[in-house]
């Protein structure tokens, strides 16, 4: 903090002292500072504190930090005392408390503050603070522009098709020629089947494959062909990823079918899946076989970046998304950028090309503004905030 110099040299005279700077006190009104659990003091967290921007308190209850992550609105306001520190070689003012120094916070009482745009504030603005640097805003920022795939389309069969032989009436079906897998479960159709027995024990043989299995019910088989199905899927081809919990929609498969379980396979990908609503008939091999829910795949980045903890919507719909949806974490790819997220909370339908966008600031709610002159404080402009207005 100070007059604007050149190394030690003064290089101008104001006629008029200027009203302050962001993060003074702006009245005489009761303020109130933000405590810790053990009465010790706020620090400044890995890279600093800048005074005149709000701030939040890390899970220690004592770190310091410009940034926060959704829906958490910040811990309070850094009040300029003097702490600021001259870090750079010839720098002549500074707002920047370096890390491991003490914090004074805020979080009632008038201060002064700098709008940073986009618009003027006037009385009784909607106020927001960057996530990115507790900066104050008069609208809520996008963080990042991407063009993702809500889900995953995949190439999918539902059971199999064989040859099988029971002796009359009889519960063990051999099975030849198999096409497909065979799952413990599976309901059996076709020659020589007349009460859609399930298949509840495999004795003999390839898992799933050729071989002796036990039926529910006895059955005369002369070696004809038999198809099988049940709630379990054999994903040959993804798109991009499959998670466990994800919708799955078919002609075969049920409404509000869901992915429970994988069985083998590489996580996400090409592997055996299970789900919670068996199938309704045998499907040989079927494309387009669509899986959605809790993962996004970017796959470009038109402006900012993709951040784990920002608030996410489908800008090209409108829906898919549900509301209060978060980025929650991040499977794969560089950070921030094209990879494979997870989402908060499970989107509603597949999309392919969607444009997404990510919030960076929360809306203040429990701080209100006064312009300083006339009615309005225009970006880049001083502007009192108060807790005592709202």
């Not at 850094?78 to 600021?84: F, I, K, L, N, S």
């Amino acid at each position: 903090m100070g007059s604007p110099l050149i190394g030690s040299f003064q290089t101008r005279v104001n006629l008029y002292n200027p009203l302050g700077v962001e993060g003074d006190f702006a009245s005489a009104n009761p303020r109130a500072t933000v405590l810790t659990t053990d009465g010790g003091a706020l620090i400044a967290g890995p890279n600093g504190v800048t005074v005149g921007q709000f701030a939040w308190i890390a899970a220690d209850g004592r770190t310091v930090s410009n940034s926060g992550q959704y829906p958490a609105l910040p811990d309070g306001f850094v009040h300029r005392d003097q702490q600021g520190l001259l870090t750079q070689y010839l720098q002549g003012a500074g707002t920047l408390i370096p890390p491991g120094f003490p914090v004074t916070l805020m979080w009632q009482g008038d201060f002064l503050d700098k709008n940073t745009g986009p618009s003027s504030i006037t009385r009784y603005s909607t106020l927001y603070a960057s996530y990115i640097d507790g900066s104050l805003q008069t609208a809520a920022a996008t963080a990042g522009s991407v063009t993702a795939t809500l889900g995953s389309t995949n190439t999918a069969s539902l059971g199999a098709t064989f040859t099988g032989t029971a002796s009359v009436a009889s519960t063990s079906l051999v099975v030849t020629a198999v096409t497909g897998l065979i799952s413990i479960g599976d309901t059996v159709s076709g020659s020589g089947i007349t009460d859609a027995p399930t298949i509840i024990a495999q004795t003999a043989g390839t898992t799933g494959a050729a071989g002796t299995y036990t039926l529910s019910k006895a059955e005369t088989c002369t070696g004809g062909t038999v198809t099988c199905f049940g709630n379990v899927v054999n994903v040959t081809a993804v798109s991009t990823y499959i998670s466990i919990g994800d919708s799955i929609t078919h002609a075969s498969y049920p409404a509000s079918n869901t992915i429970t379980g994988q069985t083998s396979g590489t996580t996400g990908s090409a592997g055996v899946y299970t789900t919670a609503v068996r199938g309704t008939a045998y499907v040989a091999s079927a494309v387009a076989v669509l899986t959605f829910g809790y993962t996004v795949a970017v796959t470009a980045v038109g402006a900012g970046s993709f951040g784990v903890g920002q608030p996410v919507v489908d800008a090209t719909t409108g829906a898919n998304i549900p509301a209060n949806t978060v980025v929650e974490s991040q499977i794969s790819g560089t950070a921030g950028s094209t990879g494979i997220y997870t989402l908060s909370n499970p989107a509603t339908a597949y999309a392919a090309g969607d444009n997404l966008t990510t919030t960076a600031s929360v809306q203040l709610t429990n701080w209100s503004a006064f312009p300083l002159e006339g009615t309005s404080s225009a970006v880049g402009e001083l502007v009192q905030i108060t807790t005592w207005g709202v």
